[in-house]
């Protein structure tokens, strides 16, 4: 079931040319839970385990991604 939810997002994702509002609109998901679930995707099916939280390649959890400027 997981692989058929992944595969379904990741080419409404590829449909919609990365648009992830519009992919959640198709998929009649909210945002928030189309990028839970592409968070969830990260690191599975390569040859590198999933980057944890607070590390380079993954923001902290809980900042919102956001940026700060200065």
Known sequence: MQHAERTTI?????H???????????????RAT???SLRGYRGI???????PAGTP??????NGN???CA
Do not use: S
């Open 16 to 30: 919609h040319d990365g648009d992830k509002a519009r992919t959640a609109a198709a998929l009649d998901i909210g």
């Open 66 to 68: 956001r940026g700060w």
């Open 57 to 62: 390649g993954n923001p902290r959890p809980g």
């Open 34 to 36: 189309l990028y839970r």
């Open 45 to 51: 099916g390569a040859d590198q385990p999933p980057v």
């Open 10 to 14: 990741l080419e409404a994702l590829r």
